[in-house]
């Protein structure tokens, strides 16, 4: 197991950037697929983008391509998601996400992580 916590979320008008930050615990963090959902208001938790172990390839939703850029630290253990041009419709509590060498299913279902963090909220004004 994991432990994960996120952080640099906040208040941001449109347009504007956030970075946010999710420290890993597990000194083999390496070794994890890592991921970034989203849970809107009222909404139910949503794919952002995911990052795989070994090779650092990267995915993203539609909606941020473009936009969010996911990295990781395997020194420090730690993932990163670079958030630019935001819009009001990014409003969302983000979640860090981790699975040890993700073994099959879908990176971008919910339910294949077993390693969740807090939260942190962020807010976009229009």
């Known amino acids: 197991q994991v432990s994960l916590a996120e952080s640099g979320g906040g208040l941001v008008q449109a347009g504007g950037s956030l970075r946010l930050s999710c420290a890993a615990s597990?000194?083999?963090?390496?070794?994890?697929?890592m991921a970034w959902f989203q849970q809107p208001p009222g909404k139910e938790r949503e794919f952002v983008a995911a990052?795989?172990?070994?090779?650092?390839?990267?995915d993203y939703a539609d909606s941020v391509k473009g936009r969010f850029t996911i990295s990781r630290d395997n020194v420090r253990s730690g993932v990163y998601l670079q958030m630019n041009s935001l819009k009001p419709e990014d409003t969302a509590v983000y979640y860090c996400?981790?699975?040890?060498?993700?073994?099959?299913?879908?990176?971008?279902?919910?339910?294949?992580?077993?390693?969740w963090g807090q939260g942190t909220q962020v807010t976009v004004s229009s």
């Open positions: 996400a981790a699975v040890h060498k993700f073994a099959g299913g879908s990176r971008r279902s919910w339910y294949s992580y077993l390693n």
């Open positions: 597990e000194g083999t963090f390496s070794s994890y697929d």
């Open positions: 990052i795989k172990w070994g090779s650092g390839a990267t």
